[in-house]
């Protein structure tokens, strides 16, 4: 199987690739995502920053969407990782959100799938992802799928005053 740039679902909606002028509905969704997180505030992105993440001369993130009725209601946006162990490619998946009156309809695993076999496709060792503790619901899906936990890992994270602080020190 070959991962789709542009697939029709079962319902009539679309998986593909994300292009050019769907900036403002992947933000929407980055918004939605930020809210059923507990983070409503945290969004800095705008639709200018995506245009230059996702496809300027320097892009090195991606998305896969789901349009419904012309409309995104479904998002995965990933980049690449590497493992220094297999000596291959992986995708991380940064953020994987589907509207609330469109889940149940499949749409987020067809877009984890389309990762899963951009994945099998190019020889990459592995997808992964990270996901919030208190979201029940979502792990519970994770794990229909045969994720596993990386249960010894803990991530970790430098930002604001603190980065700024270690990047000072050298």
């Known amino acids: 199987m070959t991962s789709p740039t542009f697939r029709t679902l079962p319902d009539g909606a679309l998986l593909r690739s994300a292009r050019p002028g ?25 639709a200018e920053a995506l245009t230059e993440t996702l496809f300027g001369p320097e892009a090195r993130a991606f998305a896969h969407v789901v349009e419904r009725d012309g409309e995104i209601v479904g998002i995965a946006i990933w980049f690449l990782t590497y493992s220094t162990w297999t000596g291959r490619h992986g995708i991380w998946l940064e953020d994987l959100f589907v509207d609330d009156a469109q889940r149940g309809r499949g749409y987020g695993k067809a877009l984890i799938a ?4 951009l994945c099998v496709e190019r020889g990459y060792s592995r997808l992964e992802w990270t996901v919030l503790d208190w979201n029940a619901p979502a792990i519970a899906f994770y794990r229909s799928l045969a994720a596993a936990p990386m249960d010894e890992w803990t991530t970790q994270r430098l930002t604001g005053v603190d980065l700024a602080a270690l990047a000072r020190s050298i």
């Open 114 to 117: 389309s990762l899963a076999a």
């Open 22 to 46: 769907d900036e403002a509905g992947i933000l929407s969704s980055i918004h939605a995502l930020a809210v059923y997180e507990r983070e409503p505030d945290a969004v800095e992105n705008t």
